[in-house]
């Protein structure tokens, strides 16, 4: 089974600030890695999907990169509407998902 | 517009049996695999079970195995768990997924005395 190492476990930022979460497969992933966003009590909401390539409507503030085990996910000009929690999933072989980042806002 | 909608959850006793259902609309179901994840109370998101596009391969979370069954009927449209000999650790909200963007709202299964 492919585990996915995520950090960190929580993030705290100012509006207008850049933040970058990070996941670690334990293997070779062949960038097939997506993003979910998910506030409160609603289903996950997928971001971008195999490594960089956003969903339709997803903000371009949002993006996406990495390759081989290890990949990232970055927000600039964090806004008050990103606070939410965020997973990493690997599609390469079954679903593993990250332990997940909770992004708050000094 | 693609639809995924749960039902089928609720309070279960310790042991006993529960099965949730997915009807999916607005794409054709028959040509796309579907899996189940859940999320335990103030937990993460967790695989459970995957199904091919016409159910001839299935595969599950070690946890479940022998316990959770995932099938599907392409004619009506709608995925299937079904789960038995329910733990309290089974506690969650169960989506299904296509496994991309589109999702259900998810229904939350309660495993309790």
């Known amino acids: 089974d492919i585990q996915m190492t995520q950090s960190p476990p929580s993030l705290s930022a100012s509006l207008g600030d850049k933040v970058t979460i990070t996941c670690q497969a334990s293997?070779?992933?062949?960038?097939?890695i997506a993003w979910y966003q998910q506030k409160p009590g609603k289903a996950p909401r997928q971001l971008i999907r195999?490594?960089?390539t956003l969903v339709s409507g997803t903000p371009s503030r949002f993006s996406g990169s990495g390759s081989g085990r290890d990949y990232s996910f970055s927000i600039s000009n964090v806004e008050s509407e990103d606070i939410a929690s965020y997973y990493c999933?690997?599609?390469?072989?079954?679903?593993?998902f990250g332990s997940g980042t909770k992004l708050e806002i000094k | 517009e693609v639809q995924l909608v749960e039902s089928g959850g609720g309070l279960v006793q310790p042991g006993r049996s529960m099965k949730l259902s997915c009807a999916a609309s607005?794409?054709?179901?028959?040509?796309?695999?579907m899996a189940w994840v859940r999320q335990a109370p103030t937990k993460g998101l967790e695989w459970v079970a995957t199904i091919s596009y016409d159910g001839s391969s299935t595969y599950y979370r070690d946890s479940v195995k022998g316990r959770f069954t995932i099938s599907r009927d392409n004619a009506k449209s709608t995925l299937y768990l079904q789960m038995n000999s329910l733990r309290s650790e089974d506690t969650a909200t169960y989506y299904c997924?296509?496994?991309?963007?589109?999702w259900g709202q998810g229904v939350m299964v309660t495993v309790s005395s």
């Open positions: 607005g794409f054709t179901f028959s040509n796309y695999g």
């Open positions: 997924t296509r496994g991309d963007r589109y």
């Open positions: 195999y490594t960089s």
């Open positions: 293997q070779n992933i062949n960038k097939y």
């Open positions: 999933l690997q599609y390469d072989n079954l679903l593993t």
